[in-house]
């Protein structure tokens, strides 16, 4: 399958910082990302879909203000958590989508956000 | 909206038992279906999947599922489950041509004992 990265794969930050996560996907031109949430024992979350070269659409309830996506290119995507606070702390995964299988996403390993 | 459901939250096997987890959907349309794995500390990973044919699907590492559309449900199986497989279980779906967002189910923690 194709493969998806995600930088870094863990972070620790005080609160009032901003947070950047990187997903790349890394063999293949993903046309869609998605960015998802997932809270200890508890299934993902879909946070908000971005769209190369558009704005992300974001989830009911979700802070788009609060949580930034960028999809600059067919292979990287962004998320930024501004002004984190321990409430945001969670995991966060991205998917790519739009690669060798119709449907599918692929999913990188996710990035651990304490914010303390 | 469409929704999906794992009945099973938890689930404890010994070695070599056999294994269904249930997955149901609600949605009247034409769905794509998935399970995904995710093991201790890794991400998730691809198990099976279904678009359409046979709606008995076999995945990787001896899994199968069976859909079956009258019943909205898309239940994961394995014979003889080992050691190895613990790790947590997530149904997916997909709406035909609405583009490929996911709707996760809430998981099933699967532990195996020795």
């Known amino acids: 399958g194709a493969v998806v990265s995600q930088h870094p794969s863990r972070v620790i930050c005080k609160s009032g910082t901003s947070v950047k996560i990187e997903c790349r996907s890394l063999d293949f031109q993903a046309t869609t990302m998605f960015w998802y949430r997932q809270f200890p024992k508890q299934s993902l979350m879909l946070m908000a879909t971005s769209n190369e070269g558009s704005k992300a659409t974001y989830e009911q309830g979700v802070e788009k203000d609060k949580f930034l996506i960028n999809h600059a290119s067919l292979t990287l995507s962004t998320l930024t958590v501004t002004s984190a606070h321990p409430e945001d702390s969670s995991f966060y995964i991205c998917?790519?989508?739009?690669?060798?299988?119709?449907?599918?996403?692929?999913f990188g390993p996710g990035t651990r956000l304490t914010v303390l | 909206a469409q929704s999906v459901s794992q009945h099973n939250h938890h689930v404890i096997l010994s070695e070599a038992a056999s294994l269904e987890l249930g997955c149901n959907y609600s949605?009247?349309?034409?769905?794509?279906l998935f399970w995904y794995v995710q093991y201790p500390g890794q991400h998730l990973q691809l198990l099976l999947k279904y678009f359409s044919g046979d709606p008995l699907v076999k995945g990787i590492k001896g899994f199968e599922a069976e859909f079956i559309k009258s019943k909205f449900s898309f239940n994961l199986r394995k014979p003889s489950v080992q050691w190895s497989d613990t790790a947590e279980y997530f149904c997916a779906v997909n709406i035909l041509n609405a583009g490929n967002m996911l709707t996760f189910g809430g998981g099933t923690r699967l532990m195996v004992k020795p």
């Open positions: 998917s790519a989508g739009g690669g060798t299988g119709f449907n599918e996403q692929f």
């Open positions: 949605y009247g349309g034409t769905v794509n």
